[in-house]
C-alpha cells in the first residue's frame, strides 16, 4: 500500500491547479465536480490506508533528501499509522462533506471568484494533509504553515470588505505568534538530538534533560495555542466567521484548529516526560473552555455562539492531554468534527434562508419552514451537550473521568463548562427555530429549505454526531474502546486513570444531569420569550466578550501603531530621510556653485589655465617646496 500513499495529498494539489489555473474559463459546475471528486478521491485512498494499518500496522515512506546539510538529514517523507491514518479520514471525510456542500451555497459568487474559492478549498485540505502525514516536524512545519496561509486566505475571499481583510489579517498574525514557538522547539530539538524525525526524537527524548524536555514541549505548546485558539491567541478564531459558512466549518471541524492537538497528541512521548508542561497544557485548556463558554452565553451571532464553542470544546481537548487521556483528546477531536461541521452547514442553511442574516434574534419559528435544518441542528446541540448516546457523551466524560483522577478541581469546573455548553447551545436552538419567526415579512414570504447538496451533508453528519462515538465505549458500559486499542502503538504514554465503577457511574449522572438540566431551562426561557434587547449589567461585559479585543487592541495593536508613527515620522522622516536628502541637497548646492565657473567667457578660462601652470611651475622647480612647507606647519 505504500504505492499509493502519495496521491492521498496529490489529488487535492490538482484539484488546486485545475480550479486556480481555470478559474475563468471552467464552469461553475466543472469546477464544483473537480473540487469535490479530488477530496473523495483522498478520501477513498484514505480509507484504503487505515484498513492497511489496521491489518498491518505503521510505515514510512520515504521520497527524496528534503533537507542535507552537515550532519542533519531530514527527508521528504510520510508515516502512515494509526494516528495519521484516523485524522486522514477526518480530514478528506468531512473536508469532503464541506466541498459538495459548497457548490451550491456559493453558487451566486462570479465564475472566477467560485474558480477561487474552490482552489483554496483544495489547498487547505493538501496542506492539513501535508501536515499529518509527516514522518518529521519539519515536513509537519510545512504543512502547519500552509493550513496558516488558507486560512487568510479564505477568512478574506470577500476581500473588498475591509473588516473581512483585518480578521484575515489577524488570524495571520496571531498564528504567525504561534508559529514562532513552535520553530524555536523545532531548532532546539535539531540542536540537542540532530534530528527531527519522530521516530529518532521520541527514541533519543531521554537523553534530554528535563529543561530541554520543559522548554521544547511548552514551545510546541505556543505553536499549538496559536493554531488551536487558546488563551491568550484564541481572539482570531471567531473573527475568522468572516470568511464563508463553509469555510468556518473547514476550520473549526476538519483542518486547523485540530493541528494543535494532532500535534501534542503526536508527541505525547516528550510531553509526558515534563510534568510542568502538562500542568499548563491542562490549566490552560480548562481557563480556555470556561472563558469561552461565557462569552458563548451572551452571543447574538448564530455563527459567533458556535466559534466560541469551538474554542470552549478544544479547550477540554487540551484538558484531557494535560491530564495524560491523549486518546480522549483524539477521540474528541474526531467526534467534535461530525457535530461541529453539522452544526456550522446547519447555520449556513440558516443563514442562506434568512438572506445572509446572521442575527438570531430576528429569527425564530424556523422548525416549519427548514424541517432537515431543524432536525439535524437539534441532534447536533444534543451531541455537543453530552446527552448519551450521542457521540459527544462518550468522549467528553472520557476527558472529565481522566481530570477528576488527576484532580476533581479539574472536574468540577469542566462540569461547569459543560453545563454552559448545553445551556448556550439550546439558547441558539430555541431562539433560532422555536417560538414565532421575529425577521421581516419578506424574509419569512422566502423562507425554503436548502437544496439537496446542502442537506444531503447534513444528513450524513447527524448520522455520524449520533453514532460516532460507539467506537469509543468505556468498558464500564459494556464496550472495549476500539479507538483506544487502535492508537496504542502510537500513544505509548497513555496514563491510566483507575476509578471505582460506582465513582464513575456517578460522574457520568452528574455530567448527563447537570447538562439535561441546563437544556430544559434553556428551552423554556428562550422559546417563549427570546432575549431581544441589548444585554446590560454583567450581560454586557459577556457580550462584549471581556472587553479582550479592545484591551489587545490597546496595548498591542494602538502601541504598535503609535510606534509606527514615530518611527515614519522621527525616525524615518527627519532622521533617514533628511540624511539622505540632505547628500542631495548638498550635491545640487555644489553644483549650483561650480556652474558659475561656466561663464562662457574666454578671458576668465584662459585665466585659470595661466594660474594652472603657474602651480605646477612652482612645485616643479622648487623640487617639492610646497608640499615640505606644507609639512612643516602640520
Given at each position: ?61 520515504d ?27 477526518i ?15 456559493m ?16 489547498l ?155 500542568n499548563?497544557?491542562?490549566?490552560i ?5 470556561l ?22 470544546q ?10 495524560g ?67 459527544g ?38 431562539t ?112 462584549n ?57 574666454v ?32
Amino acid at each position: 500500500m505504500n504505492k499509493i500513499v502519495y496521491l492521498v495529498p496529490l489529488f487535492p494539489l490538482i484539484g488546486f491547479l485545475i480550479n486556480g489555473l481555470g478559474r475563468k474559463s471552467l464552469s461553475k459546475s466543472l469546477i464544483g465536480i473537480i473540487g469535490s471528486a479530488t477530496v473523495l478521491a483522498s478520501f477513498i485512498v484514505s480509507l484504503v490506508l487505515f484498513f492497511d494499518v489496521k491489518a498491518h500496522g505503521a510505515s514510512i515512506v520515504d521520497y527524496f533528501n528534503f533537507i542535507n546539510v552537515d550532519s542533519l538529514k531530514v527527508s521528504f517523507a510520510f508515516q502512515i499509522d494509526a494516528l495519521s491514518s484516523l485524522f486522514l479520514l477526518i480530514i478528506t471525510g468531512v473536508g469532503f462533506l464541506i466541498h459538495v456542500y459548497s457548490t451550491a451555497y456559493m453558487i451566486d459568487e462570479e465564475p472566477q471568484h467560485y474558480g477561487r474559492y474552490f482552489a483554496y478549498l483544495n489547498l487547505f485540505i493538501f496542506s492539513m494533509l501535508l501536515l499529518v502525514m509527516g514522518a518529521n516536524y519539519v515536513i509537519m512545519f510545512i504543512g502547519w504553515e500552509g493550513v496558516g496561509l488558507c486560512s487568510y486566505l479564505l477568512i478574506g475571499f470577500w476581500f473588498k470588505n475591509d473588516n473581512f481583510n483585518y480578521a484575515a489579517k489577524k488570524a495571520f498574525v496571531m498564528n504567525r505568534i504561534g508559529d514562532l514557538g513552535f520553530l524555536l522547539a523545532l531548532f532546539w530539538l535539531i540542536q540537542k538530538l540532530g534530528t527531527a524525525n519522530y521516530a529518532d526524537v521520541f527514541a533519543h527524548a531521554s537523553s534530554l534533560s528535563s529543561f530541554d524536555v520543559t522548554a521544547i514541549t511548552i514551545l510546541l505548546f505556543v505553536g499549538a495555542m496559536g493554531k488551536s485558539a487558546q488563551i491568550p491567541l484564541y481572539t482570531w478564531l471567531p473573527d475568522a466567521m468572516a470568511g464563508p459558512t463553509p469555510v468556518s466549518a473547514l476550520i473549526h471541524a476538519a483542518t486547523m484548529v485540530t493541528a494543535g492537538i494532532y500535534m501534542i497528541a503526536r508527541s505525547n512521548v516528550l510531553y509526558s516526560m515534563s510534568e510542568v508542561t502538562m500542568n499548563l497544557v491542562a490549566i490552560i485548556g480548562l481557563a480556555t473552555a470556561l472563558f469561552s463558554a461565557t462569552i458563548a452565553l451572551k452571543q447574538n451571532d448564530i455563527k459567533k455562539v458556535l466559534a466560541y464553542s469551538t474554542v470552549s470544546q478544544l479547550g477540554y481537548m487540551f484538558l484531557g492531554l494535560g491530564v495524560g487521556a491523549y486518546t480522549g483528546a483524539v477521540f474528541h477531536v474526531m467526534t467534535h468534527a461530525f457535530f461541529k461541521a453539522l452544526l456550522f452547514l446547519a447555520a449556513g442553511s440558516v443563514i442562506h434562508a434568512m438572506h445572509h442574516e446572521q442575527d438570531i434574534r430576528k429569527m425564530g419559528g424556523l422548525k416549519k419552514h427548514l424541517p432537515i435544518t431543524h432536525i439535524t441542528f437539534l441532534l447536533g446541540c444534543i451531541a455537543i451537550s453530552g446527552i448519551p448516546p450521542f457521540s459527544g457523551f462518550f468522549s467528553k466524560d472520557e476527558i472529565l473521568a481522566a481530570a477528576f483522577a488527576k484532580n476533581p478541581i479539574y472536574w468540577g469546573l469542566g462540569v461547569a463548562g459543560a453545563a454552559m455548553t448545553a445551556f448556550y447551545m439550546f439558547r441558539l436552538y430555541a431562539t433560532t427555530f422555536l417560538g414565532t419567526f421575529r425577521g421581516t415579512h419578506d424574509q419569512e414570504h422566502h423562507l425554503h429549505e436548502s437544496p439537496a447538496a446542502m442537506t444531503i451533508p447534513l444528513i450524513i453528519l447527524a448520522l455520524l454526531s449520533v453514532i460516532g462515538g460507539f467506537v469509543g465505549v468505556p468498558e464500564i458500559l459494556g464496550g472495549h474502546h476500539e479507538l483506544r486499542s487502535f492508537l496504542s502503538p502510537v500513544i505509548t504514554t497513555e496514563v491510566e486513570h483507575h476509578i471505582e465503577h460506582s465513582t464513575e457511574y456517578l460522574l457520568m449522572g452528574i455530567s448527563v444531569a447537570v447538562a439535561a438540566i441546563a437544556i430544559i431551562f434553556a428551552i423554556n426561557k428562550f422559546s417563549k420569550k427570546p432575549e431581544l434587547a441589548e444585554a446590560t449589567g454583567f450581560g454586557k461585559v459577556l457580550s462584549n466578550k471581556w472587553y479582550v479585543d479592545e484591551l489587545y487592541d490597546t496595548v498591542f495593536v494602538r502601541t504598535t501603531l503609535a510606534k509606527g508613527k514615530f518611527l515614519k515620522n522621527i525616525i524615518e522622516k527627519n532622521i533617514i530621510d533628511g540624511a539622505v536628502n540632505g547628500v542631495g541637497k548638498l550635491v545640487n548646492y555644489s553644483s549650483r556653485q561650480l556652474r558659475l565657473i561656466q561663464s562662457g567667457l574666454v578671458s576668465g578660462y584662459i585665466l585659470f589655465m595661466v594660474l594652472a601652470i603657474i602651480v605646477v611651475v612652482l612645485i616643479w622647480v622648487n623640487d617639492g617646496y610646497i608640499y615640505k612647507f606644507f609639512s612643516t606647519l602640520f
